[in-house]
């Protein structure tokens, strides 16, 4: 009993030192011990990490500054109607924070991610700044072909920086590698929704983005461990209800207000906040041509987010259907002020939860934001209100 609770101790420590150092140390250190190896910086929601993985690169996804950093010329570059995550990226790369990375790839999921990597490569011209297109069609012989094409001329850039050429083998061996990762992923939510007491919200979170930065490898020994030794912890069971966290897909929420929810009587049985790394909801196969493998899979087991267009199912369903797997009672829409992707969807989704008698409430806010209270008020009496009430 001893030995789980000081792994576990050890473990969220190495993560909340890891998600606190925005001088990315651990992406320095790497660099020491791989000499000429490229790291490349992967903006949300979603970046096959695969491909920069079998090119012997490091991918670290980048989330802004959070609340750490004062932004002072982040602040200069952009209008005050947009989120806070493009302003927290400039003032880290401006502040000399980025140095060691070699490359960034923006995934395309707004307008405010679109327009920021057109500033990274005017600002940073002697860095790769790659704009990664994604399908906006989803058979798989149109949008599946389109998007194997564009992940062929990602992989080609990323040979060119890393000087390193990358086979169909090493190719499927790193999609063999991140299986693995979304496997051991899947059983932490798991336990997240069997056994909430077990896993808080705050310190899956930190697990969890600890893989933001490490070796895929090393975050995979993490989750294990982690994995093995909390669930031969006694925590007590709380009289909590427990609801599904959607909308903070992109611009992170504060540590604090996270262990806020929870404390207001809400276990997060399922959030989007880490949804980065599951964003393929099962293995990619592992035979035949790897990129249209890695396309197949984005096409046919993508996860619904508003950071990707969709037409798969009716807007909200892969919700509904994720409160019900997940047990939950309730939804918290959580989304960044001002993010276009999240606050567009939320209406449907508010008319499909509504549709299957789902309660829910939402607020907005910042990564920097320092105040709770109000949060935790309304958390609260939404986490009493349907325990009380609820079906
Ligand atoms: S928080 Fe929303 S609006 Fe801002 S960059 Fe992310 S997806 Fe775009």
């Not at 990315?24 to 920069?52: D, M, N, Q, S």
């Not at 302003?87 to 140095?99: H, N, Q, V, Y």
């Amino acid at each position: 009993m001893v030995d789980a609770k000081q792994t576990v101790t050890e473990i969220v420590a190495r993560a909340d030192a890891l998600y606190h150092d925005l001088e990315f140390g651990a992406v320095k250190r790497w660099k020491e011990t791989h000499p000429g190896g490229k790291v490349i910086g992967c903006l949300p929601t979603y970046a096959p990490r695969e491909l920069a993985h079998a090119a012997g690169m490091l991918p670290v996804y980048l989330r802004g500054a959070g609340d750490q950093v004062e932004i002072i010329r982040g602040d200069a570059y952009f209008q005050s109607y947009i989120c806070q995550l493009p302003r927290g990226m400039i003032e880290l790369a401006l502040s000399g924070r980025l140095d060691s990375f070699d490359g960034f790839l923006f995934p395309a999921i707004c307008d405010v991610i679109r327009n920021l990597s057109g500033i990274w490569q005017l600002h940073f011209p002697d860095k790769l700044a790659r704009y990664l297109d994604i399908p906006q069609n989803f058979d798989v012989e149109v949008g599946g072909r389109f998007y194997a094409e564009e992940l062929r001329r990602l992989l080609t850039d990323f040979e060119q920086l890393s000087g390193q050429k990358v086979s169909d083998d090493a190719l499927r061996h790193s999609i063999g590698v991140y299986n693995t990762h979304r496997r051991v992923i899947q059983n932490l939510m798991d336990l997240r929704s069997e056994k909430p007491w077990l896993v808080p919200a705050d310190e899956t979170y930190l697990v969890l983005r600890a893989g933001d930065v490490l070796p895929v490898e090393e975050h995979i020994e993490m989750i294990k461990q982690y994995l093995q030794s909390v669930v031969e912890l006694e925590r007590p069971m709380r009289d909590h209800s427990r609801v599904v966290v959607s909308g903070a897909f992109c611009e992170q929420p504060p540590l604090g207000l996270i262990r806020t929810l929870e404390r207001a009587g809400c276990y997060i049985v399922w959030d989007d906040m880490t949804i980065s790394a599951r964003f393929i909801a099962g293995d990619v196969s592992t035979s035949g041509d790897p990129c249209v493998a890695l396309a197949r899979a984005f096409i046919e087991q993508g996860v619904e987010s508003a950071s990707v267009y969709s037409c798969k199912k009716k807007k909200g369903s892969e919700l509904c259907e994720t409160v019900r797997k997940a047990g939950a009672q309730g939804v918290i829409f959580a989304a960044p002020s001002f993010c276009d992707p999240a606050l567009l969807d939320q209406p449907m989704l508010q008319t499909a939860l509504d549709q299957e008698s789902i309660p829910w409430t939402a607020f907005k806010y910042a990564e920097n934001l320092g105040q709770f209270q109000v949060i935790r008020e309304q958390a609260g009496t939404f986490s009493d209100s349907i325990r009380l009430w609820g079906a």
